[in-house]
């Protein structure tokens, strides 16, 4: 599959740290939420006109929670 798939709805961030940790986010405790409080990678769905590869989705997902 084409990084640039339309079919690609959303995007996962992995960020390691030098010693090889993975940052994972806790999601509300929300039950109209998928995964309530489950601990996930950073990502979202993307906007309408994103690319997967593209500067909007990746970083939107990491600077707009934070």
Do not use: K, N, Y
Not at 19 to 42: T, Y
Request: charged share 25%; glycine share 8%; aromatic share 6%.
């Amino acid at each position: 599959m084409s990084t640039d798939d339309p079919d690609v709805v959303s995007v996962d961030v992995f960020i390691t740290t030098s010693r090889q940790e993975v940052l994972l986010q806790l999601r509300d405790d929300q039950p109209d939420i998928r995964w309530p409080a489950h601990w996930v990678v950073p990502g979202g769905h993307r906007e309408p006109g994103e690319t997967p590869t593209g500067p909007g989705s990746a970083c939107r997902c990491c600077t707009s929670r934070w």
